[in-house]
Nanobody
């Protein structure tokens, strides 16, 4: 079982940047493909980005492509999400997630492990 803890959320003005980090403990981190999702009240959890076990493959939602970058450090058991040019529509709780697979995925049902989430608020 892997435990995931997100950090780095907060309040930022539109156009600003934030870097989210997810620290993983438990089983071997490199066994997992990782992802980031986000959710606002009353809506389904939305895919943001994902990365394969060794970082060779990444996927992004169209809404964040070119602005967000996902990366991982298997030596430190961390996965980060660099968010630039933030917009008010990016406001949400952001969740780190993991799946025991080499392949990154883009649907929430494919991930078994989730963190508690970190709030990101972008003011206009």
């Amino acid at each position: 079982q892997v435990q995931l803890v997100e950090s780095g959320g907060g309040l930022v003005q539109a156009g600003g940047s934030l870097r989210l980090s997810c620290a993983a403990s438990g089983r071997t981190f490199s066994s997992y493909a990782m992802g980031w999702f986000r959710q606002v009240p009353g809506k389904e959890r939305e895919f943001v980005a994902s990365i394969s076990r060794f970082g060779g493959v990444t996927y992004y939602a169209d809404s964040v492509k070119g602005r967000f970058t996902i990366s991982r450090d298997n030596a430190k058991n961390t996965v980060d999400l660099q968010m630039n040019s933030l917009k008010p529509d990016d406001t949400a709780v952001y969740y780190c997630t993991a799946r025991v697979s080499s392949a990154a995925a883009m649907t929430a049902s494919e991930y078994a492990h989730w963190g508690q989430g970190t709030q990101v608020t972008v003011s206009s």
